[in-house]
Structure formats: structure tokens, C-alpha cells
């Protein structure tokens, strides 16, 4: 029943049955990771089987973990089927689907693309080839570690895989921006502050932490290469980061060498002037050095035993599947702001080099908590949602609030009916981003800056008297609308519609609400179907994922 | 039906939601003013405004605000007197200079900036470009910092002479999105804002009726500022269409109409007024195209012909109905030109020793604060950069210029924390 809607490829399937052969069950005595979170939680909050929402419900939980692990709502067909499913361990079943789904790679890749490159313009390396890039590391499983150091060490000399260096060319190889950026991403620290002073209120940021890794960046720039007019980056021999505190009122000058927060200066070995460049520098030439700071960034970074980038890694896989991370905002790691469960995230630090930085690995541990599948509504005598005690309520991510329209209005359905039996993800994706795009651009974060929230009225404007949403509320053969006004008994056509826009069915009283809705006089079918599933689908409800 | 103001609203307070989409069913959409009516007094006695007159490429201060008639580098037009004794404008503005003593000339500006975009910049935030930040607009500032929200329309717009409108998200930089700039192209009303064809009143009303009924269930356990921030984000849309007549400047008088002067400036400027006149945090008008390489007379000439008489009127009818006083009108380029007259009869990109014009709410009239050689090649006296030109803008407006805005922990100074405000113009 899963399957037909999305088919899964041969390969796909041996992947499937190599994955879930990587979630071994303990031998019993010991605890699994989602124990231990569920156990460490428990015994941080006195009473919290009295204080904590009760478990999702079936449907709750279905629509969220789809969304959280592919980025839509799961089609009517398959929440249907969940919804009547009473096998005991379905909700596991589910988790481990998903993981093995080829929609996972390509969501987390998404996710991957908009944390790393924060949507700024393809300039440099072309948006399709970035993400394929990216796909193909989640769908083969790639560590984490493996694929920053990749990232935070490809110069782009080599077309093979100049795709890797997309995180410094598109920032222009500005080393204060790459500095910026790698310390906010890979380690959890906003070290902005620090580029012109000691952090004024944090009292572990430092300036020379800022010049550490700048210290690996100072001498790298942008080069235009002649030949293959590719831009790629050049790096010399010399220059070092020196920096002056603006509050120092004796203006000294420091200089460091390179090093990365947490770690010892880079040993660096001593040449003599004639044996510094395997290429020396040139007009038109691009020098290489015969000690590259570059090379040895992405293994500093991220080296398995550096806590900051272990935190980092638990930190924001919490984040994204729990609406909000230990450590708030994501890149706020320090003293003064401690986690909300500091052994929590100590503990999860501490796993992620276990599980060897193994994203599915560790998303599969966090989906089956009892902490990830509590209820979002608040339980009676909470004022607001309570860290650990309810689901935090998500907003959708551009991409995936205009994939759920897509697959809710049933456009989705008729794209696939459309490809027939050469339906397959990538193609299936590629329609769908296409159909879109347009409604992501209204709803996406400015270039250069990350995710965030903020509901303004163009997009509400657009929503309301766009074009796009409301040619897919126009009936076509298969899509929703189409299904909804050939069903004749009102009940049916209220659970079809609660099924496909907010996976669930509609209760007693909705049930009556839509069916009153549906005498209304000087109404005719269609437009009572539209007007009724506009507003489902602009509701709070499907809005976030909760 | 007459646009309404903020007056209306004052009978109106009682108006429950329920009863606003009611009226809005029954035709009488111009009641639904406000965000939250509660507000709607306080906001009326304190709502400040900013207009901004861009002179887009570049308005040669030589044939505006600091004139060198008789000098190498004056060029062919005399200096006329103005309604300020002692105060001299170029000839070319004639009616501006019978506003003169509503108007503060700064005219020692350097802003060290002779590139368009970055001269630009400097202008709309008060800041140099740096690599890993970015600044907002003063426009998104203001609509952040004097509560746009509550007003129901835009925070930010920005009126340009002609080509596309959208919503721009860059202006805002760490503001976020909500602060963005809405550009209304030629004045065109924003994208998406009129109903589609066909969609009658009543749908309208029903199915807004039910989105209200679908999130007001959802809210009975889920609700959060996030939530809220949602459904308010389609208030705020209701709101703005029911307000489209706004943007129907042919509803002014013809009287009116022809005082702005019948082409594009003066249209939109008379919706520049009719905005504010509505509640509107910041307007910026475009007027385009002063980049002068060639010609630089005969282009002034034209331009200016069409700015003067409109800005002159925009500032007499903004005095006569009594909202000069909240609101702070400034004309700004990306820079002036240069004192030498190129071979071209043309003059170039100068940021060395340049002027802008402010008037309105905080702003001294009939002053002028700084001095140029007599070439006008170098600033002599009272030197100040675009730092003091956003310092004095938050003090015109009453607010202290030295605040903060924070993103998480991090303090970011509102205005360049090495500058000052230019406290001679500020009344």
C-alpha cells in the first residue's frame, strides 16, 4: 500500500534492508540512545508522567514525522492505511520507511543546502550539481564529519570536485564571511562580535579564537582560472592573521597562528623561502603552497574529539526534529547559556561519535523517543508549551509548506499519475520543485541569512489572491478538489478532505460544520469544496508542523 | 467611498472582529482600518512618518541647494532668494524656495562614496558597506522602531517610477522579513492585493469566516506568538484590501491633482501623501534620473522643473493638513556632482562636498548648516558623513540615537556609533 505511491527502486530497497540492519536492537539490560534520552529527561523534571502531554496521537504523529523526515505531508493513501494499521511496532516501521526513502536524502539534502549556503545566489557552482552533491552524500550515508571536512577543505582546483568548495565560493572566499560563517555552522559560536574585540557580554568568545580560524583563510582568495574560466581558490605562502582590540587603547597589535576553537595551534613546519610553493605566484597562475593551512582546516573542524563540533552536530539534529535546540539560538554554545538539559546534550555529544556522525543513525534515535512523540496540544494547566513535556509546534520550511500544499490539493497525485511507471523521486521531485518554486521564493529568507519565521503579508497576499494556490484548487481529473465533488455522501467527502489537508479525520463537529457549509444556499459543490479547503489549507494547522 | 482615516475609527472602537467581517460583507470595507482599533487614538496623536524624496543617479547640489553662481564651477544659473533672509537657492527652484522656511539645508555632507550602489547604501542606512554585515534600511528601521504594525499598512514602501513592485526582503537585512520594503512600481498597487475576478463579497466573507473558525479550533491547545504571528499575517492582508482606494490617486480632486503636477512625480507623490495621510510609517518616492555625465543643465532643467513645483506643493499640502509637524520629509541622492563641468557640459559622481534638504517633525525651518568653498570642491565648515544625517533623523523623530538593536546577544548600534546628530537643524 506504501509502496505503490512511492516506488521504491531496487536499489533503494537493498539500501532499506542495509539501513535497518544498522538500528540493531540492544541485547536486553541495555538501554537504547532513545531510552537514555527519554530516562535523563524523565529524571531532570519531578512528576513529568503527571506534568507531560500524553503520546501523539496516530495521526499527529504520522503527519509529523513524514514532514520532519521528507518534507511533505504524507499522501491520503498512506494515511489511510497508517490510520487503519493496528499492528503493534507500526510507528517504528514507519520511522525506518522513511529513513530508507529516498524522499529522506533529498530532504535532509534540502536541509543541508539552506543551513549551509543560507540561500545565497548560485554564482559559482551551479544549483543542481550542489545538490545532487549533497543527495548523493545522504543517500549513501556519508558521515558528517567525512563530508565537512570535504566541504571545509576542497579548494575547487579540481573539477572532480569543485562542487565541495560551493561553502567558500559563493562567500566570495572572504575570509572574515567563511570565518563568520564556520564557526556559526560547524561549532555552534557566533563569533562575530569577536572579529574587532573580546566578545562584550560572552565571556567565551575571544578575539584570538575569531583569528585562529581566520588564520587559515588569510591567505586564500578567489581565482578566476583562465583556461577553464572556473573560479576556484588560490593560496599563498604567506601572510598571517594579526589583529587589535578596538577597545585597546595602546593599540598592540597580535598576531596567532591558525587553530580552531578548543584545539592546539596547527603545527606548521618551517621552510626556507626558496621551498615555500610547489607553484609560485604569478601573473595568471595559481600559486600553490607547499604547506596548505586550507588543506588542514576541514580536519581541524571537524575532528571527531572536538566537543564543539560533536555539540554542534546533536544540537541541531535536536533542533530540527524537536522545533528547538538544547542550546538557544543553535550558535549561542557557551557558558553563559547553558543547554536546557546540559548532561542531555553532553550525553548526545558523546553518541554522535559513537554512531560515527551518522545523521539517519541518529534522527531514527531521536524519532522514537517518548519525548519526540508527546502531543503538541498543551495539557490542561500549561500556560505554554513546556520544553521536554509537549511537541513544540514547527513552522514549515518554504520547500516543505509547497510540497504539502502540492500533495494536499491532490496536484502531487496527478504528477504522478502523470509519469505512470516511471514515477521515481528524483523526476517526482524535480516536477514538483518546479510547480513550486514560485510560492518557495515568496516564502524563502533573504540570501545570506538563515531560516526564519516571520509571517509577512506578501505572503499572506499571495496565498489569499495568488494564482498559483488557486489553480490547484481548480478542478482537474485526480487532484482534490476534482475527488471531493464527485463524492456524493457528505461524510465521505469530509474525511477525504481531513485526510488529505491536515491528515486526520475531521470530528463530530467539523464533520457538521462542513456539511452545513455545503447547504449553504447559492452555493454550488465546487466552490463550497474551494472555499472550504482554502481554509484548511491556509490554517495555522497545516502551517506548522505539530 | 472616501478613504477613511484614523478619525473614523474613533466611534469605531467597540467593533468586534466578528463585526468587522460583517461590515466588510455588507460593503462598508473602509471601517476595517486598523490593526487593533484599541490603538487607534494613541496612534493618531503619536504616529510619527518619513518621507523619503530619493533624486535618483545623483541631484547636482550646485543646481539645488548650495549654488556658486560666478564661479568657475557655478555654472549658468543665478541664485534666487528665498522665503528665509539670508538663504540662497539655485534659480531652478523657484516654488521650493517659497517653502524655504520649513526646509534645513545640510551642506557639508562628504560621504567619501562615489559608486552608485554604494553611495546609495550609505544613504538608505547611514552605514559604509562591510563584508560579513549588513544594515537595514532607514525605512525598515522606522517601521520597526516606530510600530508600523499598528497601522495596517506596509512599514516600508517605497514608490518607484516605473518597472515591477514586489516585496523586497534584502532592505530589512537583521530585521527580518516583516520590515521588508514593498516597492509599488509607477505606483501600482503590491502583487496579489486585489481579489481574484470573480470572487464575490460574500465568498470573500465565508471563507475568511471559516479560516477564522479552523484557527481559532487549532488555538484552543496550539496557540503561540507563532501561531498568532500567522493568522495575523492575513488580518494584515484583509486589512490592505480593503484599503486598494488608496492607491486610486484619480479620486483626489482634479484641483489637487494638478497642483502635484499631471506625470509621474507628481502622482506619486499625491499618493506619497495620501499613504501617510493614512497612517504610513515611511514612504519613499523615487524621481529619476539625475545622473547628468552629459547635459547637466538641460537635464536639470527638466528635472528639476518637474521636482520643484510638486515637492513644493507635497510640503504646503502636508503643512495645510496638519501632518508636516509628525512627519519628516528628507531629500537625498547616493551623492552630489562634481563642481568641474566635464567636456560634455556634463557633471560627475561627487561625494566629497555635497547637500540634502529636510523638513517636517523635529526639523528647525529656514536653516542651513554647513559651508562649501567657494567652488564648492572641499567642505569648509561642519563636515558630517551619512553616520549624522540617520543620528539626526532619530532625533527629529524623538527617539534617543544611540540605542541598540540586539540580534540574540549581540548589540548592533542603530545609528553609526561614530557620529553624531547634526543638532543645529533639529528644532
Not at chain 2, 13 to 40: E, K
Not at chain 2, 136 to 161: C, D, F, N, Q, R
Amino acid at each position: 500500500m506504501f509502496v505503490s505511491t512511492r516506488t521504491l527502486s531496487r536499489r533503494w530497497s537493498l539500501l532499506a534492508l542495509a539501513l535497518l540492519g544498522s538500528f540493531p536492537l540492544l541485547a536486553s539490560g541495555q538501554n537504547t540512545l532513545s531510552q537514555r534520552i527519554d530516562q535523563m529527561i524523565a529524571a531532570s523534571i519531578p512528576e513529568l508522567a503527571k506534568k507531560a502531554a500524553p503520546p501523539a496521537s496516530d495521526a499527529e504523529f504520522l503527519r509529523r514525522v513524514t514532514l520532519d523526515l521528507t518534507g511533505t505531508i504524507p499522501t491520503t493513501s498512506e494515511t489511510r492505511a497508517f490510520l487503519t494499521d493496528r499492528s503493534p511496532g507500526k510507528r517504528q516501521r514507519l520511522i525506518e520507511r522513511l529513513l530508507a526513502s529516498p524522499e529522506f536524502a533529498r530532504h535532509q539534502a534540502t536541509l543541508l543546502d539552506v543551513m549551509l549556503m543560507e540561500r545565497r545566489p548560485d554564482k559559482h557552482v551551479p544549483r543542481a550539481a550542489w545538490q545532487e552533491y549533497l543527495y548523493q552524500a545522504l543517500a549513501q550515508n556519508r558521515p558528517w564529519d567525512a563530508l565537512a571536512r570535504e566541504l571545509l577543505s576542497t579548494d575547487g582546483s579540481d573539477p572532480k570536485n569543485r562542487v565541495a568548495a560551493k561553502f567558500f565560493l559563493e562567500r566570495e572566499a572572504e575570509p572574515n564571511l567563511v570565518t563568520r560563517d564556520i564557526a556559526r555552522l560547524f561549532l555552534g559560536m557566533n563569533l562575530q562580535c569577536a572579529q574587532c574585540h573580546d566578545h562584550p557580554i560572552v565571556p567565551d568568545y575571544k578575539q584570538d579564537q575569531y583569528y585562529g580560524i581566520y588564520a587559515f583563510l588569510t591567505r586564500v582568495s578567489l581565482f578566476s582560472d583562465p583556461k577553464s574560466k572556473t573560479t576556484m581558490l588560490a593560496e599563498k605562502a604567506e601572510g598571517e592573521a594579526t589583529f587589535q582590540s578596538v577597545f585597546d587603547k595602546t593599540k598592540t597589535t597580535r598576531t596567532t597562528g591558525p587553530r580552531v576553537p578548543g584545539r592546539p595551534l596547527l603545527k606548521e613546519p618551517k621552510l626556507t623561502k626558496d621551498a615555500e610553493y610547489k607553484v609560485k605566484p604569478a601573473k595568471n597562475v595559481r600559486p600553490v603552497p607547499a604547506f596548505s593551512r586550507l588543506a588542514l582546516l576541514g580536519s581541524e573542524i571537524a575532528r571527531p574529539d572536538n566537543v564543539p563540533f560533536q555539540r554542534n552536530f546533536a544540537n541541531r539534529l535536536w533542533a530540527q526534529m524537536m522545533g528547538r535546540g538544547l542550546v538557544h539560538p543553535l550558535d549561542m554554545d557557551h557558558t553563559d547559556n547553558p543547554p536546557a538539559h546540559p548532561a542531555l546534550l553532553t550525553m548526545l555529544a558523546q553518541e554522535a561519535v559513537t554512531q560515527k556522525f551518522d545523521i539517519r543513525h541518529f534522527l531514527h534515535d531521536l524519532a522514537l523517543t517518548q519525548t519526540y512523540q508527546r502531543s503538541s496540544e498543551l495539557p490542561s494547566g500549561m500556560q505554554e508549551p513546556a520544553p521536554f513535556l509537549v511537541a513544540q509546534l514547527k513552522p514549515l520550511l518554504p520547500e516543505e509548506l509547497a510540497a504539502s500544499l502540492y500533495q494536499a490539493t491532490g496536484m502531487t497525485d496527478i504528477e504522478r499519475t502523470a509519469l505512470g511507471k516511471k514515477v521515481a523521486e528524483a523526476t517526482l521531485h524535480a516536477r514538483v520543485s518546479a510547480a513550486t518554486a514560485p510560492l518557495v521564493n515568496v516564502f524563502r529568507s533573504e540570501a545570506g541569512t538563515p531560516e526564519d519565521f516571520q509571517p509577512t503579508l506578501d505572503q499572506a497576499l499571495q496565498l489569499t489572491n495568488g494564482n498559483l494556490l488557486r489553480s490547484w484548487l481548480n478542478p482537474r481529473t485526480g487532484n482534490l478538489i476534482d475527488r471531493l465533488t464527485k463524492l456524493k455522501d457528505a461524510g465521505a467527502l469530509a474525511d477525504e478532505m481531513y485526510l488529505s489537508i491536515l491528515t486526520r479525520y475531521p470530528t463530530a463537529d467539523e464533520r457538521q460544520d462542513l456539511a452545513n457549509y455545503l447547504q449553504k444556499p447559492g452555493k454550488d459543490r465546487v466552490a463550497a469544496c474551494q472555499d472550504y479547503a482554502w481554509a484548511l489549507l491556509t490554517s495555522a494547522e497545516f502551517r506548522f508542523n505539530h | 467611498m472616501e478613504t477613511c482615516r484614523y478619525a473614523c475609527l474613533s466611534g469605531e472602537h467597540s467593533l468586534s472582529r466578528r463585526g468587522f467581517l460583517g461590515g466588510m460583507a455588507a460593503g462598508v470595507a473602509s471601517l476595517a482600518g486598523l490593526a487593533t482599533p484599541a490603538l487607534g487614538k494613541q496612534l493618531e496623536k503619536d504616529q510619527k512618518h518619513v518621507l523619503m524624496i530619493y533624486l535618483s543617479g545623483g541631484v547636482s547640489q550646485l543646481e539645488t541647494w548650495d549654488p556658486k553662481p560666478g564661479t568657475p564651477t557655478g555654472g549658468p544659473f543665478r541664485a534666487i532668494s528665498t522665503s528665509v533672509p539670508g538663504i540662497q537657492i539655485c534659480e531652478l527652484l523657484p516654488h521650493t524656495a517659497r517653502q524655504m522656511h520649513h526646509l534645513a539645508l545640510v551642506r557639508g555632507l562628504n560621504t567619501a562614496e562615489n559608486e552608485h550602489g554604494r553611495g546609495s547604501y550609505i544613504m538608505h542606512t547611514g552605514r559604509r558597506q562591510e563584508p560579513a554585515m549588513k544594515y537595514p534600511h532607514l525605512g525598515s528601521v522606522m517601521s520597526k522602531v516606530l510600530g508600523a504594525e499598528h497601522t495596517g499598512l506596509p512599514g516600508y514602501v517605497h514608490i518607484s517610477p516605473g518597472g515591477g513592485g514586489g516585496f523586497n526582503k534584502q532592505d530589512a537585512a537583521f530585521l527580518g522579513p516583516r520590515y521588508a520594503s514593498v516597492t509599488l512600481g509607477n505606483g501600482k498597487p503590491p502583487e496579489n492585493l486585489l481579489r481574484p475576478q470573480g470572487m464575490t463579497d460574500q465568498a470573500e466573507h465565508d471563507r475568511n469566516d471559516l479560516q477564522d473558525r479552523v484557527n481559532q479550533r487549532f488555538a484552543r491547545s496550539r496557540r503561540t506568538a507563532e501561531t498568532e504571528a500567522y493568522t495575523h499575517s492575513f488580518e494584515q492582508a484583509k486589512q490592505m484590501m480593503a484599503r486598494k482606494h488608496l492607491f486610486e490617486v484619480e479620486r483626489e480632486p482634479t484641483r489637487i491633482q494638478e497642483r502635484y503636477g499631471k506625470h509621474d512625480f507628481g502622482r506619486h507623490c499625491l499618493l506619497a501623501r495620501r499613504l501617510i495621510e493614512s497612517g504610513a510609517t515611511f514612504v519613499k518616492v523615487s524621481h529619476s534620473n539625475y545622473d547628468t555625465h552629459y547635459e547637466n543643465f538641460e537635464y536639470h532643467i527638466e528635472q528639476l522643473g518637474e521636482f520643484d513645483q510638486t515637492f513644493a506643493t507635497l510640503l504646503d499640502d502636508l503643512h495645510q493638513r496638519g501632518l508636516l509637524k509628525h512627519t519628516l520629509v528628507t531629500v537625498v541622492s547616493e551623492f552630489g556632482r562634481t563642481p568641474t563641468i566635464n567636456r560634455n557640459y556634463g557633471r560627475d559622481h561627487w561625494s566629497k562636498a555635497w547637500s540634502i534638504a529636510l523638513a517636517g517633525a523635529g526639523i528647525k525651518g529656514g536653516t542651513a548648516v554647513g559651508k562649501t568653498n567657494a567652488t564648492g570642491t572641499a567642505v569648509t565648515d561642519r563636515e558630517v558623513n551619512g553616520g549624522h544625517v540617520f543620528h539626526t533623523y532619530f532625533r527629529a523623530l524623538g527617539l534617543s540615537s544611540t540605542r541598540n538593536f540586539y540580534i540574540d546577544e549581540r548589540p548592533i548600534p542603530m545609528a553609526d556609533p561614530k557620529a553624531a546628530p547634526i543638532t543645529e537643524v533639529l528644532a
